[in-house]
Nanobody
């Protein structure tokens, strides 16, 4: 079992950067694939990026080239560096984890979720 806590959200202007972090409990962090999803008001939760246990990465087309995911297995943390933010990036961002191999871009692939952190990008 793993517990996830996101941090780093906030209010920024279009074009700014923000770095989200997700801290995971437990001693087997390296055995989990990690993902970020986001949910804007009135919309479905959508996939942002996934990083596998071995470091393979899959980005959603909407964030490719602007967002970068990284994981630090020594600190049980995954980061999401978000650059060139747009108003349409405004959402609650959720961290997710699962012990499956590979990367996952669907909500149902993940068994563990954080509470989310709000990101608001003003125009």
């Amino acid at each position: 079992q793993v517990q996830l806590v996101e941090s780093g959200g906030g209010l920024v202007q279009a074009g700014d950067s923000l770095r989200l972090s997700c801290a995971a409990s437990g001693r087997t962090f390296s055995s989990y694939a990690m993902g970020w999803f986001r949910q804007a008001p009135g919309k479905e939760r959508e996939f942002v990026v996934s990083i596998s246990r071995s470091g393979g990465i899959l980005y959603a087309d909407s964030v490719k080239g602007r967002f970068t995911i990284s994981r630090d297995n020594t600190k049980n943390t995954v980061h999401l560096q978000m650059n060139s933010l747009k108003p349409e990036d405004t959402a609650v961002y959720y961290c997710a984890a699962d012990s499956k191999y590979g990367v996952g871009n669907e909500r149902g692939w993940y068994g563990y979720w954080g509470q989310g952190t709000q990101v608001t990008v003003s125009s």
